[in-house]
């Protein structure tokens, strides 16, 4: 009983840990994506030179590995998906930690 029990706890929460992962404390990522200069081509609302960051997020609202493949984007730079302006890589001095963080935040905007 005591097996079934705790099974049952655990699998509880494995569940949450998908929710708790997607979770991003969004002033905390938005003064990172400013620090990291993400800000100075992108706006949350409008269209600056790269796309608006909520018309990102629903694009890639849905997508299986959206953030990974947003991460790759990010650190590798990008070119169409957008249009004819290239974006370029991001600095290496940007961790993959500060880069899950800000594509987490971007993500939850849709």
Known sequence: MNLIRHSLIALGLIMLLPAAY???NADAAK????KKTCMACHKVEA????????EVA?????VAN????????????AKGTW??????????????????TIVTWILSLS
């Open 83 to 100: 249009g004819t302006m290239a974006m370029p890589a991001v600095s290496k001095d940007v961790s993959e930690e500060d880069l899950k």
């Open 66 to 77: 959206a953030q990974a493949n947003l991460i790759a984007k990010l650190r590798k730079g």
């Open 58 to 62: 629903k694009k890639y609202q849905g």
């Open 31 to 34: 003064a990172l994506a400013e």
């Open 47 to 54: 269209k600056v030179v790269g796309p608006a960051l909520r």
């Open 22 to 24: 997607a979770q991003v």
